[in-house]
């Protein structure tokens, strides 16, 4: 396993402590976000501290080299490629299917007065989908300039 495994989760652990600080060592109204920010610092750094020091040990590096050759055999299926290609194709329409629907539920639910500030609401998730549109056709354009 990489050495930069180990940094990155050290990092992360690093981190959720100083998140962890900050919302012990502060009183305001954002402890619970920091509280959340540090667990999710500190347990996936443990975690991957963890799986560093376990596959590195000399009984482990034959399996670790095996599942590392298993892997970079399934990401490279080209069946597999095509699926996960196309399942984040159907993924992006979806999303953009779902932030359009929301604009229309939050003009509705902003027009019966049920919510306030729906208008930033509605402006908020129009830039969104603004965004993502534009991003999926900078991508494609990228890749496909890319792959001629």
Same mark, same amino acid.
Request: no cysteine; aromatic share 18%; glycine share 14%.
């Given at each position: 396993m990489k050495k930069n495994n180990?940094?990155?989760?050290?990092?992360?652990?690093? %981190?959720? %402590? &100083?998140?962890? &600080? #900050?919302?012990?060592?502060?009183d305001s109204k954002l402890d619970s976000l920091l509280f959340g920010f /540090?667990? /999710? =610092?500190?347990?996936? =750094?443990?975690?991957m501290v963890y799986?560093?020091?376990y596959w590195?040990?000399?009984g482990n590096k034959e399996r670790y080299a095996e599942r590392m050759e298993n892997e970079k055999i399934e990401q490279h299926d080209e069946m597999k490629i095509k699926l996960r290609?196309?399942? @984040?194709?159907? #993924?992006?329409?979806?999303? *953009?299917?779902a932030v359009s629907i929301s604009i229309v539920a939050?003009? %509705?639910? =902003?027009? *019966?007065?049920?919510?306030?500030?729906?208008?930033?609401i509605i402006?908020?998730? @129009?830039?969104?989908?603004?965004?993502q549109y534009i991003i999926g056709v900078v991508i494609f354009n990228h890749l496909l300039k890319k792959y001629k």
């Open positions: 180990l940094l990155i989760g050290i990092m992360y652990i690093i %981190v959720g %402590v &100083l998140f962890f &600080l #900050a919302a012990t060592l502060t /540090a667990g /999710a =610092g500190i347990a996936p =750094g443990i975690m799986r560093y020091f590195n040990k000399p290609d196309k399942s @984040g194709r159907y #993924a992006y329409i979806f999303g *953009l299917v939050f003009s %509705v639910l =902003g027009q *019966l007065e049920i919510i306030d500030n729906s208008r930033m402006f908020y998730l @129009g830039g969104y989908l603004i965004f």
